[in-house]
Each structure stands twice: as structure tokens, then as C-alpha cells.
């Protein structure tokens, strides 16, 4: 039915009649294609009824879905949606940073555990998932910087117990940086006015800070200008996600511009249809 679907424009407008919608053919260069696919079938017999695709697979002579096959295909798309969400977010090309990692990972493995009692036909699917998340990241669910830089983004608020870890490793670098702080402002000044002046304000600027910074509610990153140290900390630990989706939408973008039929296009033309192509809601 997809391989049909794009061989004319006569099939399309037969989809475009009897589902309203037009299907979404799976391809080897974005990996969540065939989620979106199936997720478009699904959406089209919940919108228009199972007839929609059954006049459909009758015009392209294909054989029709079978109950326990849209079954399948709809535990999938539930099952795969949290999956496809985790990883759009960890491959945005804005505001993803290392503080974002363990929160989705987190919240990924436990939506895939409440999967788990309502699904039987995926539950080898579900179990496949969680081996895979825990064969990749279950490492790094102990890591202190990752998790100092979650608590920096406030973005994780459970797991008390590796939480405390990210806690001591904030504490430890707040008051290195507190005592680094209080030495240059020790070369300018005298200790003969206030003898433990060094260990007051190291314990003030460290443990204070960390203290205001966790009980404000608001998430914006202006609030990080209001404490220093926390932002020179959430600034060194929340370095952005290394990921190669941005690179793989300009390349498909590209290739879509440069066409067999535009060969002769040169190269200070083509650079500029792909800026314009690319930004083109800034137009």
C-alpha cells in the first residue's frame, strides 16, 4: 500500500478521497519514518473508520489489514511514542543540553514500565527498548556530573538517592569555587579586621547559594544571573548534546535542492536557496 500509493499521482488522489489524508511512506534515511507511517494509518482508521483503508487496499489490489494486525500496529505506535518524543528531544537543535539526558532517560524507562501490564502483543517490543536504554545509558544513571548538570537545569526531581549524589558534586565545585573567589579578594585585603572573614564568606557564597538556587520555582535561564557561581557551574557541566540530526536535515535538504535536472546550478545559488530553504520562517 505505500509503495503504491507513490507511483502516481492517480493513487494518491485515491488516498487523498477515500482517508482525507495522504499515507506517509517509510524510507531508510530517518529513522523514525516508519513509527510516523504506521502512526498515520492508525490515525486515519481512528478518524474515518476501518473502510477508509479498506477501499483504499481494494483499489491498489493489496490484501486488507486483519484485526489482530491493526491490533499490533496500534500497540506499536503507543509503545514506540515515547521512544520517538525521548529522541526528538535529545536531538533538537535548540535549548538541549546535557541537563536534559538523564531526565529523559529517567522518564522514558518509566513510561515503558507502565507499558508493560497493559500490552501483550509488544511486550517483546517493550522489553527489547528497555535493554537497549539500559545496555546504553544505564551507566551514565551514576554519573555525578550528569546528574549535577540535570539539578542545574532543573529538570529531575526524583530518585532521592542519586540525586544526593549530583547534590555532593554541586557542593564540592560551589565551594571550591567560593574558596577560589575569597583568595583574590584576600590578596586586596587585610585578615586584621575579621579573622575568620575567609570562612564566612566561602560558606555563605557555596552552600547559600545552592540552597536560594533550589528553592526558586521558575526554570528560565535568567535566573542563573542571580547566582554566579551556579551559573558558571550549569555553564562549564551543560554543554550541548553532540548529535548529527542538524547535519542530516541540511543534507537531505541539499539533496533535495540539487536535483539531477538543476546540475548546472553553481555553487553561490545553491548556498543561498538552501539558507532560504532552511530559514525560510524568518522570511
Given at each position: 500500500m505505500w509503495n503504491k500509493s507513490g507511483r502516481s499521482y492517480m493513487a494518491a488522489e485515491i488516498v487523498e478521497d477515500k482517508c482525507k489524508l495522504q499515507l506517509i511512506r517509510p524510507n531508510k534515511t530517518r529513522w523514525n519514518s516508519t513509527y510516523m507511517a504506521v502512526e498515520r494509518i492508525i490515525r486515519i482508521i481512528q478518524e474515518n473508520g476501518e473502510d477508509a483503508i479498506r477501499n483504499v487496499c481494494e483499489e491498489f489490489k493489496v490484501k486488507m489489514l486483519s484485526p489482530a494486525e491493526i491490533v499490533f500496529l496500534t500497540e506499536y505506535c503507543t509503545v514506540m511514542k515515547p521512544v520517538v518524543k525521548a529522541l526528538n528531544i535529545l536531538q533538537s537543535e535548540t535549548n538541549?543540553?546535557?541537563?536534559?539526558?538523564?531526565?529523559?532517560?529517567?522518564?522514558?524507562?518509566?513510561?515503558?514500565?507502565?507499558?508493560?501490564?497493559?500490552?501483550?502483543?509488544?511486550?517483546?517490543?517493550?522489553?527489547?527498548?528497555?535493554?537497549?536504554?539500559?545496555?546504553?545509558?544505564?551507566?551514565?544513571?551514576?554519573?555525578?556530573?550528569?546528574?549535577a548538570a540535570s539539578i542545574l537545569k532543573n529538570t529531575w526531581t526524583e530518585r532521592g538517592e542519586i540525586i544526593e549524589a549530583g547534590l555532593v558534586y554541586v557542593r564540592q565545585h560551589l565551594d571550591?569555587?567560593?574558596?577560589?573567589?575569597?583568595?583574590?579578594?584576600?590578596?586586596?585585603?587585610?585578615?586584621?579586621d575579621d579573622f575568620f572573614s575567609s570562612m564566612k564568606s566561602r560558606r555563605s557564597q557555596g552552600t547559600g547559594e545552592l540552597d536560594g538556587y533550589l528553592a526558586c520555582i521558575s526554570n528560565k535561564m535568567d535566573l542563573l544571573n542571580s547566582f554566579p557561581h551556579i551559573k558558571n557551574l550549569s555553564l562549564k557541566l551543560n554543554t550541548g548534546l553532540p548529535a548529527s540530526a542538524a547535519c542530516e536535515r541540511l543534507f537531505s535538504c541539499a539533496g533535495l535542492l540539487f536535483t539531477a535536472k538543476r546540475a548546472r546550478m553553481n555553487s553561490a545559488n545553491f548556498e543561498n536557496q538552501l539558507l532560504l530553504k532552511l530559514n525560510k520562517k524568518f522570511i
Open positions: 538541549t543540553h546535557m541537563g536534559w539526558l538523564l531526565p529523559v532517560i529517567f522518564q522514558l524507562q518509566t513510561k515503558l514500565i507502565r507499558l508493560e501490564t497493559s500490552f501483550k502483543m509488544c511486550l517483546p517490543l517493550i522489553r527489547a527498548v528497555q535493554d537497549g536504554v539500559q545496555k546504553r545509558f544505564g551507566g551514565m544513571m551514576q554519573e555525578p556530573e550528569l546528574i571550591q569555587m567560593a574558596e577560589a573567589a575569597v583568595e583574590q579578594v584576600g590578596q586586596h585585603s587585610s585578615d586584621e
